[in-house]
């Protein structure tokens, strides 16, 4: 092992080795779900099935469809006493709709969705993979399973499509006329909804002949993405739909026999995402409107619901068999949805029973081919087949039937499972050796730095087995940060040697508290008392003075840190001295580069809604004006408006990617001039974190003033440390700054409000510079914008390894290990061994509990998205920013 191509063979092959096992894992856990093919029909009367009440299908209710679906419209978007939809309410008060909030079942994004409430079955994890790459993969359509648009397909019927074209993917054959529109530019609240609204004219004319509309409307899911539930544009978007609601409520009174279903897909969270399980993403509106109804309901608007719950409770899949018995067709195959009881009691009581044992029997033919005709629950169907029992028998019997089919509705390929797991221990196994093998090897390497480092990954790992540890992470990399910091302080840092040392820890301590509190980071409870919250809803006057001194730090930073002697002998002398010519043109482009991206997230501010105050309000005004927009007799409700304003953000975007890689380029031709290479990492790293700020939503910017202190406050420290160069260890000196790293840099990503669940992705920067949907583009930009702070604190190790001179503002020191070239590589090894030893156990922890727990009430919720993003760790931040990147930067 004391070669270094053969350590970094081994290294490279346990990466590997811990990848393939990892993906063939996955692959195992989220198989594509078993689905019984075919087209049901009507049950006909049989020796097994024998019952007087199934003798000939019904007369349908109605015999048009028009299904508005509104994307994320949670339940007190339509309910509430703060809904802007006043014409539903109207017609709720009048009788004419019923009303209901739908369990969604997660994951919460839209195609699972679609294919709940199409073919009434439940989702598979793999949907919320697929509905962000369908770009790629057309395998998620529906033709080979049954669904309630197929049947509608079987009579004859035909079927009008226009809005979001995940529907189109799912069914490419069954419309006659269509158009879709692309569901992921959440940029755009207007056209999206235009596009739709546009052929209503056409299609509730005399001359569009259709047996059944869907319209699906996306503008309020992207108001939410992008300002939240509470955005100014939201209730507007409401009162939108509304009126739209309204146009096709007076088609209907001309068109009796047509039915409107308004719902939304799922719901939205407080931030404004959803993909998760909590109240808000699960719980979504629905309403059967007709003029035919005559019902009572209770008066609307409703008071506001801390759960979302309004009316009677149902499940969304439930609107399938629903379906099936008001336009009187078979209930698709696969449907595990039970009858709305509402919708139910529309029929005369000597009918109901004949409908509810239709979709009995429906369900038990689902069951039985899945279980074969046994169990307690078989027992109870052949009793409850006569027909003679209480409709209310029968719906607790649904019930039951429905958690144990929807409970055992995957089915894991263990093959794939338990290689990938075997695959996994194995690297994990022998990284554990190779790490002693190597560090207990060195005497000079302080012993219990290592012990401490392999008992916080054994601690670390063991959180897998618990779905409430997983949820509330953050607090584990809180208290290991805060421990480490105080560890590595006393016994390392010495900090309690000197003034100086005692005030630089002391800082670093108070950096790591104020992240914590910096936005709410856990899954189980919601605070309104955090500073992101407080500066982007209280006091924005402060959020954009600490924005505009986050770039003001960031500018000196690159001006002057990667060129400290320039800087020294400016304060030494209290002159400016002089600059070569390919400095100041760096600079220039430093500064252009800066104040394009302050412009952009200026006017992306006020394109969500919000007026920035005092005299950033007259900066934008300057900043339009530049445009040809004037900002005085502007109307940001205008459609031409918003498109202009759309444009000139795409346009600024654009202009700081640009400036920020012509600005590394010209700091390499630079440094390759003046043949000057200490501060090269340093340099490239603070223009790459420019862009990592023009990703970052704006509440978060202020946080990268407290990681610039941490990261300040953490050099001060290791170059004092490392000046000693009696006592310097080069490998003390890895492990501890890795060690610190790897702890800020899990912090900083909770402490930026993400979790461990899907509904925390932020997609309001993945569209930064893109005028039209690339999944390849924006896939890029969305994990950028998401792993913003652990790509930090992976720069920040480099520099704090090789640069600590440089970084702490000291200027070059003899201990920076730029100065020995012949070491770099050797270094970055040693730091890579150190990370995968976390990542090979971890995935080792991690896949068991999953085996262990895959019939885990949490398995979908908890269990398996943590799972995506420890893959994304592994693979996006472990080997291509931490290894690949990290190869270039040092090569540089």
Request: a neutral charge; one cysteine or more.
């Amino acid at each position: 092992m004391r070669s270094i191509s053969l350590q970094w063979n081994v290294y490279l092959l346990l990466v590997l080795t811990n990848i393939v096992g990892f993906v063939l894992f996955l692959c195992g856990f989220f198989p594509s779900k078993v689905v019984l093919p075919g087209t049901n029909t009507f049950l006909q009367q049989d020796l097994n099935h024998q019952s007087p009440f199934l003798d000939t299908k019904s007369k349908p209710q109605f015999e048009k469809l028009i299904l508005m679906v509104v994307d994320a419209m949670r339940a007190d978007f339509c309910f509430s006493e703060e809904s802007n939809f006043q014409y539903l309410h109207q017609l709720i008060n009048d009788g004419h709709a019923i009303p209901l909030t739908t369990f969604s079942n997660p994951p919460t994004v839209t195609l699972p969705r679609l294919k709940g409430i199409t073919t009434g079955g439940t989702p598979s994890f793999l949907d919320a993979i697929l509905n962000v790459a369908d770009d790629y993969d057309d395998s998620q359509g529906l033709h080979a399973q049954d669904s309630w648009v197929h049947q509608f397909k079987q009579l004859n019927k035909s079927i009008h499509f226009f809005g979001d074209d995940t529907w189109l993917k799912l069914f490419p054959t069954e419309f006659g006329e269509f158009e879709g529109t692309n569901s992921f530019f959440v940029s755009d609240f207007t056209e999206v909804d235009n596009n739709v609204t546009r052929h209503l004219d056409h299609q509730l004319s005399s001359n569009s002949n259709w047996d059944a509309l869907i319209l699906h409307y996306l503008g309020l899911d992207h108001i939410g993405h992008k300002g939240g539930p509470h955005s100014t544009f939201m209730k507007p978007k409401q009162q939108e739909m509304d009126s739209i609601l309204k146009r096709l409520y007076k088609h209907t009174q001309q068109n009796q026999d047509t039915l409107i279903v308004l719902m939304g897909d799922h719901g939205m969270n407080e931030v404004g995402n959803h993909g998760g399980s909590s109240a808000g993403e699960t719980s979504a509106a629905m309403a059967f409107i007709s003029p035919k109804f005559k019902v009572s309901n209770a008066k609307a608007p409703l008071p506001s619901s801390t759960d979302y719950s309004y009316y009677d409770k149902i499940f969304q899949i439930d609107l399938v068999p629903t379906l099936s018995s008001l336009f009187s067709f078979p209930i698709p195959k696969n449907s595990l949805g039970v009858i709305a009881r509402r919708i139910l009691n529309l029929w005369p009581e000597h009918q109901r029973r004949q409908i509810i044992l239709e979709n009995c029997f429906q369900v038990m033919s689902l069951y039985e081919a899945k279980n074969g005709p046994t169990g307690s629950i078989w027992n109870t169907w052949e009793d409850l087949q006569r027909g003679e029992r209480p409709i209310d028998d029968y719906y607790t019997f649904l019930e039951e039937v429905q958690s144990e089919l929807a409970s055992s509705a995957t089915n894991y390929n263990y093959t794939y499972i338990y290689i990938g797991t075997g695959l996994i221990s194995l690297a994990a196994l022998i990284t554990i050796a190779v790490f002693n093998l190597y560090f207990f090897s060195v005497k000079q390497i302080a012993t219990y730095v290592i012990i401490s480092f392999e008992l916080f990954v054994g601690i670390y790992s063991i959180h897998f087995h618990g779905s409430s540890l997983i949820e509330e992470e953050h607090q584990i990399w809180y208290f290991a940060t805060s421990i480490a910091i105080l560890a590595f302080g006393t016994y390392y840092f010495k900090v309690f040697e000197s003034r100086s040392k005692f005030q630089w820890f002391l800082m670093l301590l108070v950096s790591t508290r104020v992240l914590k509190g910096w936005n709410n980071s856990g899954q189980k409870w919601f605070s309104e008392g955090t500073a992101a919250n407080y500066l982007f809803n209280h006091n924005q006057t402060l959020l954009w003075v600490l924005i505009t001194l986050t770039y003001a730090a960031l500018g000196v930073a690159i001006t002057t840190q990667g060129n400290p002697n320039w800087f020294l002998n400016a304060l030494k002398t209290k002159k400016v001295p002089n600059i070569s010519i390919d400095s100041a043109i760096v600079n220039i482009c430093v500064i252009m580069a800066i104040f394009v991206s302050f412009s952009f997230k200026l006017v992306s501010y006020y394109i969500d809604g919000n007026v920035p105050p005092g005299v950033f309000d007259l900066l934008l005004w300057l900043v339009l004006e530049n445009h040809n927009v004037d900002l005085a007799t502007l109307d940001i409700e205008d459609i031409d408006v918003k498109f202009k304003l759309q444009n000139i953000s795409i346009q600024l975007a654009k202009y700081t990617t640009i400036s920020t890689v012509g600005a590394i380029v010209l700091i390499l031709i630079s440094r390759r001039l003046q043949k000057r290479y200490s501060g090269t990492i340093t340099d490239i790293s603070n223009i790459i974190t420019l862009y990592l700020i023009n990703q970052t939503r704006h509440a978060n910017i202020p946080v990268y003033l407290v990681l610039f202190v941490a990261k300040f406050t953490l050099a001060k420290l290791i170059h004092s440390t490392s000046t000693n160069v009696k006592k310097f260890i080069i490998d003390n000196h890895i492990i501890s700054t890795t060690f610190l790293c790897l702890c800020l840099q899990n912090l900083t990503f909770f402490s930026m409000g993400n979790t461990n669940s899907l509904a925390t992705v932020d997609l309001s920067n993945a569209y930064n510079g893109v005028q039209n949907y690339d999944v390849l583009v924006v896939g890029v930009l969305t994990f950028i914008s998401n792993f913003a702070g652990p790509i930090y604190w992976s720069l920040a190790s480099l520099q704090l390894i090789y640069e600590p001179g440089v970084s702490s503002f000291s200027g070059a020191s003899p201990t920076d290990l730029t100065s020995y070239p012949r070491l770099k590589y050797r270094v970055l090894l040693t730091k890579s061994y150190l990370t995968l030893l976390l990542y090979t156990v971890s995935a080792a922890n991690l896949v068991a509990s999953c085996i262990n727990l895959r019939f885990h009430l949490f398995v979908w919720t908890v269990f398996s998205p943590k799972l995506l993003y420890f893959a994304s760790w592994l693979i996006l931040i472990n080997v291509l920013v931490d290894l690949v990147s990290a190869g270039f930067l040092i090569s540089l």
